[in-house]
Structure formats: C-alpha cells, structure tokens
C-alpha cells in the first residue's frame, strides 16, 4: 500500500505563487510513477502534471505549461508541484497520485491506483 500526503495549499492573488508537495510512504518512490490532478467544484478530476519514475520525463496539461513544475526527490520520497503566475481558473483541489503502471498513458486517473486526499488551492483575482 502506498500512502500520499499533500501539503502546501492555501490562498494566493491571481500572478501569485504557491508550492505543492506531496510525501510517500509504504513503497519505494522510485518505483512509482507521480502525477498531479486536481479537481474544481463541479468539475470531473483533471490532469495536471506527471513525472517518471526517475525524473527524466515530465508532462503537463496544456492549461498549466510555462508555469507549472513538477519535480521529485526519491531519496525524500517526496514530490512536488510549483505553480506560478496562478489565475483564478486554477482554484481546485489539488491531488496527489502514483502508478505502478508503465509510462505508457499518464494522464488519465484511471492509470493511477493511488490517491492523497487532496490539498485546496484558492487563487483570487
């Protein structure tokens, strides 16, 4: 079983920024595919960002591209998400996921068998 704890949500002026991580326990890091979803009220989940095992490959919605990073550090078990020049249309809750499925579909939430309970990200205008 693989445990996902995010942290570091909150509110921020539309141009703001605001760092996301995400701590892993119960399996290897390395071992796991990451990505980052979020989902706004009304709105099915969507894919934010992905990260493969080693950190050589990264993706990213269209909607995020230019301004949001994902990055990972396996010796912390630890992933990460910076989101800069944040707009309003970014406010969501904000989730964490890991996969021990290959690289081969990375942006859909069924590919994904493991879920943090999610972080509110509010972005003001």
């Known amino acids: 079983q693989v445990q996902l704890v995010e942290s570091g949500g909150g509110l921020v002026q539309a141009g703001g920024s605001l760092g996301l991580s995400c701590a892993a326990s119960?399996?290897?890091?390395?071992?796991?595919?990451m990505g980052w979803f979020r989902q706004a009220p009304g709105k099915e989940r969507e894919f934010v960002a992905a990260i493969t095992r080693n950190g050589g490959t990264t993706y990213y919605a269209d909607s995020v591209k230019g301004r949001f990073t994902i990055s990972r550090d396996n010796a912390k078990n630890t992933v990460y998400l910076q989101m800069n020049s944040l707009k309003p249309e970014d406010t969501a809750v904000y989730y964490c996921a890991a996969s021990t499925m290959p690289d081969i579909v990375v942006r859909a939430t069924s590919h994904y068998g493991y879920w943090g309970q999610g972080t509110q990200v509010t972005v003001s205008s």
């Open positions: 119960g399996r290897t890091l390395s071992s796991l595919r």
